[in-house]
């Protein structure tokens, strides 16, 4: 799907993906923001951690892949 066009199946402009044992991806268009609601990136992908292991939170950093 490209930037700023609307998925014509779904009528969606982004799209949340849950990765199997690993992060959430969220693509299309989207804003980020931080907890202090500033807007801090407009990328077409982000991955967040859902594991609790990264240490760029909310990034994933791919420590999900490492065993303890
Ligand atoms: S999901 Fe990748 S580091 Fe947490």
């Known amino acids: 799907m490209e930037r700023n066009e609307l998925d014509e ?3 969606t ?4 993906e849950i990765i199997d044992n690993g992060p ?4 299309g268009e989207i804003m980020f923001w ?3 609601r500033d807007i801090t990136d ?7 951690c859902r594991c609790g292991k990264s240490s760029n939170k909310p990034y994933c950093d ?5 065993r303890l």
């Open 9 to 11: 199946n779904t009528g």
């Open 13 to 16: 402009s982004a799209i949340v």
């Open 24 to 27: 959430i991806k969220i693509s």
């Open 34 to 36: 931080d907890l202090k």
């Open 42 to 48: 407009s990328p077409s992908e982000i991955y967040l």
């Open 62 to 66: 791919s420590s999900h892949k490492m």
